[in-house]
């Protein structure tokens, strides 16, 4: 076994112990408004398969502009498309 | 470079590392393209669940986390599997590209198989949001949309795998008839770009679907 292919296992290992924490932290009980942080591990996890799996550290350099491009773009879409909901204040109707 | 030296060179590239290079970079601008296409469909999840949480929890708690959970490790072995792939051929070992072919395109039928079981079993319990609905009430429409985001993004998803599992099997046949060598593979590194990608998708899908939902 080459070293690249234990860096692979080992990425593989780390994968699954992340996917493990994810599910053991969604049966904690938590408010419903802070539950999509459950999001984060997956976002390590998408983080390690685009570094290690699809080897964006040793691509050429317009390959991590377009890396980075899409990232920034989906950072644009979501951010942007969240920013009403989420500064929005409701105000309850008062009773007639 | 001549053809006798290089014959998968095309004449516009300087020689086969920019060819090589020029794959890979389109790939990830299609990539790229793809993210903003499921960011989409995350964005319509996020906004639609910050103004209907008790509704859209209430259709993720009937979601079943022990076929999402077991395709989430399906997928990350999948990953795992081709990569050691790519990294075979790279060493020249053509024979062990394949097999870690086969295998990837095995775990990607597994996985749909698994999907098409969940949706029967989803719409046998009545979660199909249009028609006679399993959860009623105060939450029902919500449920509803939660289900209509489910079926939509788990459809696009298999879509996407199907096509990325036909492309890791021709990999497989075409390693199989020696059409890769450690200084030729540029269809075994574009495709495995593809389907880490898939992998990725899933990794973000699964906690909106099961997990959230869930301990609210």
């Not at chain 1, 080992?10 to 994968?15: E, K, P, Q, V, Y």
């Not at chain 1, 591990?41 to 980075?68: C, D, E, K, N, Y």
């Not at chain 2, 290089?6 to 970079?25: K, N």
């Not at chain 2, 990953?79 to 295998?103: D, N």
């Amino acid at each position: 076994m080459s070293q690249a292919h234990r860096q692979l296992l080992l990425c593989w290992i780390g994968l699954l112990l992340l996917a493990a924490v994810q599910f053991g932290c969604a049966a904690l009980r938590f408010d419903r408004s802070y539950r999509p942080l459950l999001l984060l591990p997956s976002l390590i996890m998408a983080a390690l398969v685009a570094l290690q799996f699809m080897r964006v550290r040793h691509g050429i350099a317009i390959v991590r502009v377009f890396a980075v491009a899409g990232l920034f773009w989906l950072t644009i879409l979501l951010g942007l498309g969240m920013m009403d909901p989420m500064t929005r204040a409701i105000y309850p109707i008062a009773a007639e | 470079m001549s053809e006798d030296i290089a014959p998968h060179v095309h004449f516009q590239y300087a020689d086969a590392r920019h060819q090589a290079d020029t794959a890979i970079a389109g790939m990830w601008l299609f990539l790229a393209t793809e993210a903003l296409f499921f960011g989409g469909l995350i964005l319509a999840w996020l906004s639609c669940r910050h103004w209907q949480q008790t509704g859209f929890d209430a259709g993720g708690r009937e979601t079943l986390i022990a076929f999402g959970t077991t395709n989430l490790a399906l997928l990350i072995t999948s990953s795992f599997t081709y990569s050691a792939g790519l990294e075979w051929i790279r060493l020249g070992q053509a024979k062990r590209l394949m097999q870690c072919c086969w295998i990837t395109a095995a775990i990607g039928i597994m996985f749909l198989t698994l999907k098409v079981v969940e949706w029967y079993i989803d719409i046998s319990d009545h979660l199909f949001p249009s028609g006679a609905f399993k959860i009623t009430g105060i939450d029902e429409g919500d449920a509803r949309l939660f289900w209509s985001f489910y079926f939509i993004a788990t459809g696009l998803h298999a879509v996407h795998l199907l096509t990325g599992t036909c492309a890791v099997a021709w990999v497989a046949m075409q390693a199989r008839k020696g059409a890769f060598t450690s200084k030729w593979y540029t269809p075994v590194e574009v495709t495995g770009l593809y389907w880490s990608f898939v992998d990725i998708v899933w990794i973000v899908l699964y906690p909106l679907i099961y997990l959230i939902g869930r301990g609210a």
